[in-house]
């Protein structure tokens, strides 16, 4: 298994376009979560998946933001109408369902809204 | 509410010598997990321990080392004999055990060893 991975590691938008991202997480791992992390700061929850169902999703993801996880396999996270607020680190992790496991990374994808 | 705080934004040092990095949390659960990662400049955050509130003992690993007080409410994390490798900003996180088991972070600190 080649860990977490996520595509694409980066992305430049222009303001106001749609853009998604994909996370594969381990084959393994029934949970899966987004973060957000901006410069200088630690990631901050987005959502998260336990098999194909959306358990939880933060109050920082605003209505143009979407995710989906179909099949409990991989994931997808849509940004409609960008802004430029939405630059940042998207990160992707994914873990066992036991309880206070640790979570698995993957390196991010970078998006630059211009 | 839970908190993490990590007060040191950067440390330099310089190779081999000692550096500690201070983490302290805020919960009101009674069994929590308390975690660090380490984010090379490639961005992936890679996992360094795990450890849980019923566990106060030390635990070292090669260079790495962690004192796990409850009394404060800290778990700082020291390495010896700083390496340039060990550049990195290093996060502290506690887990929402009881809800999805999300992880809260802190704010990081950066460490930079120069040679």
């Known amino acids: 298994d080649t860990g977490v991975s996520q595509d694409p590691r980066h992305k430049i938008t222009k303001r106001g376009q749609n853009v998604t991202f994909r996370c594969d997480p381990i084959?393994?791992?029934?949970?899966l979560y987004w973060y957000r992390q901006t410069l200088g700061q630690g990631p901050e929850f987005l959502t998260y998946?336990?098999?194909?169902?959306?358990?939880?999703k933060s109050r920082l993801l605003s209505d143009r933001f979407s995710a989906e996880r179909p099949k409990g396999s991989f994931s997808t996270l849509e940004i409609q109408r960008t802004e430029q607020g939405d630059s940042a680190m998207y990160l992707c992790?994914?873990?066992?369902?036991?309880?206070?496991?640790?979570?698995?990374f993957g390196q991010g994808t970078r998006l630059t809204v211009v | 509410a839970q908190k993490v705080t990590q007060a040191q934004t950067e440390i330099s040092v310089v190779e081999k010598e000692d550096v500690t990095l201070d983490c302290v949390y805020e919960?009101?659960?009674?069994?929590?997990?308390l975690f660090w990662y380490k984010q090379p400049p490639s961005g992936e955050l890679v996992f360094l321990i795990r450890?849980?509130?019923?566990?106060?003992q030390n635990e070292i690993s090669g260079r790495y080392s962690w004192n796990f007080q409850k009394s404060t409410s800290s778990f700082n994390f020291t390495i010896t004999a700083s390496q340039v490798v060990d550049s990195a900003v290093y996060f502290c996180?506690?887990?929402?055990?009881?809800?999805?088991?999300?992880?809260?972070f802190g704010t990081g600190t950066r460490l930079q060893v120069f040679p």
């Open positions: 992790a994914s873990s066992l369902e036991a309880a206070g496991t640790e979570a698995f």
């Open positions: 084959s393994e791992h029934n949970r």
């Open positions: 998946f336990q098999n194909e169902a959306q358990l939880e």
């Open positions: 919960t009101r659960d009674t069994t929590y997990y």
């Open positions: 450890r849980n509130s019923f566990d106060e």
């Open positions: 996180a506690l887990s929402d055990l009881y809800n999805t088991d999300k992880l809260i």
